[in-house]
């Protein structure tokens, strides 16, 4: 289970998950529905086929008032509701009210997308999609990202020696909480701060997480040692706090100030009310400590961020053993393609699916299991008065996890094979036995954790979740191709990293969603077009592969130009003639 660390009060935002989200917007197709209210303590399914009929009409109206007036822009208003009525009695909602006002919201007949229909489309093009393959020697594998972008990054973290790092400040501690990459968000921002501060910072303190629920320390999944000794230049590093500094607190650190900070923080708000606070106090915790820095700092600060996420951070020894001979096994399984493998992050644990609400198998039986996981993770959220779930629209909009058969469909689409070696990085399955079979389908050579290692070597990992998903992290790093699927902290911080390792690519396929399920619900969708489709979308990934970061986006995704160098182009070669 990855990158469930910022999960949002909505049911989807924009295929990033974060708990501290506002709650979606009501939609004006709702507001505007025409249903009769359900009897008290009672709940159903009402239409009310006569105000349809009105809404329609009303329309017409409007429509020869607006033409015969030519008052658009006074209207404008008026028609986009009455738009809206007519949609909805074209198209059909059916209303559940939950009670408590909560309602789901199911389009009969909806527009294309609305409803998961790729095993349908997937059990027609089997025969083709398998004849296509053995017709073929080609692999997109062995030509991905090729050919390459001419401008070429490589990393080049200067950072300024700090003459003042023995005058500390004081001790600054933080605690990181979340799942293993928000973790590692949070130990980057605090290393940034500490060096604007000037501050010692302690090895931060790993909350207890109650989606994660790993009770894992810093140092069995970071190694300890080599942290403070790669940042030793820039920022002091102590593994606990001096014995005199306890003693002041009774031994106790929850006894230390705590200070509450603003989210996304400006440099200016650390030194007006932070550094104040340290020198008086001689030290200071922010608990938690998670998206309290701002993405855009000067550059000395940002380049400690550099330094700590793509150079001091590395796993624990036992996990970079384990880690490492994951990924040999992995290349010497795909020597047939060179080596070659591609990773999947697939984000289809229950607890993803539930919090998405969206919908696959339309059974009461699934519906019920959603409902009871979302109340199990997010106690009361999805119960809240005037909440309001569909499942339709979060598809249409992209918003719904990916199948693994629709991923497997996308990648036979765009040119992987069956001789491919794929990597599914992921927590449990939902419904693994069912879901995970059309992939297997597509690529026999598939493997995950389970498979590539052996249940020893796995048993001092299991109930852990954040070391489990550095096992995950570094064989993804070191594929040819990496697939995202549904976002989060995990894919944002590897991609950002593979950007460092690769020359300033990503090397990583993030999928059209809204195009895909398009394409996916089409009954009579042609295997030819739906590959043209596939090609065209792997191409703009590979355009998409190289980018600045913006203002307001993160170093951690974007490493250039901040964390990495352009290479001068190459001077073409001269004519001897």
Known sequence: MHGLSRLGNGCSNNGRVNLSSPSPPSSPRIRHSSR???????????????????????VFLLFSIVFRRKGVLLLAPLLYIAGMLLFMGSFGFTVLDL?????????RGGPPGSVYRSPKVFKRL????????????HNALMAAWKPRVKSVWKPCISTNVSA????????????????????????CDAVAVAGLLNATLVIPIFHLNSVWRDSSKFGDIFDEDFFIYALSKNVNVVKELPKDVL????????????????????????????????????????????????????????RLRCLANFEALRFAEPIRLLAEKMVNRMVTKSAQSGGKYVSVHLRFEMDMVAF????????????????????????????RRGRVIRPGANRIDGKCPLTPLEVGMMLRGMGFNNSTLVYVAAGNIYKADKYMAPLRQMFPLLQTKDTLASPEELAPFKGHSSRLAALDYTVCLHSEVFV???????????IGHRRYLYKG??????PDKRKLVQLLDKPNIRWDYFKKQMQDMLRHNDAKGVELRKPAASLYTFPMPDCMCKEPDPEPESDPA
């Not at 009670?99 to 389009?107: L, M, N, S």
């Not at 089997?126 to 020697?137: C, Q, R």
């Not at 995202?484 to 944002?492: D, W």
């Open 164 to 187: 003042a790092v023995s005058n500390s400040n004081g001790y600054f501690i933080i605690e990181a909480n979340g799942g293993l990459n928000q973790q590692r968000l949070s130990i």
């Open 484 to 494: 995202s699927t549904q976002g989060g902290n995990f894919p944002h911080f590897l």
């Open 356 to 383: 998405s609400c969206c919908e696959y198998d339309f059974g009461e039986a699934e519906k019920l299991e959603m409902d009871l996981a979302r109340e199990r993770g997010w106690k009361g959220k999805f119960r």
């Open 36 to 58: 009769v209210k359900t009897p008290a303590g009672g709940g159903g399914v009402y239409n009310n086929n006569k105000q349809q009929g009105l809404g329609e009409k009303l």
């Open 126 to 137: 089997w025969p083709v999609m398998e004849a296509d393959v053995n017709g073929t020697s």
């Open 99 to 107: 009670g408590h006002g909560v309602e789901i919201v199911y389009r």
């Open 247 to 302: 003693e002041r607190y009774n031994y106790n650190i929850s006894s230390i100030v705590n200070l509450r900070l603003k989210a996304w923080s400006s440099p200016a708000y650390y030194l007006q009310k932070v550094l104040p606070q340290l020198l008086r106090l001689g030290a200071v915790r922010v608990a938690p400590f998670s998206n309290r820095l701002a993405h855009a700092v000067p550059a000395n600060i940002q």
């Open 505 to 510: 690519h990503a090397e990583t396929i993030k």
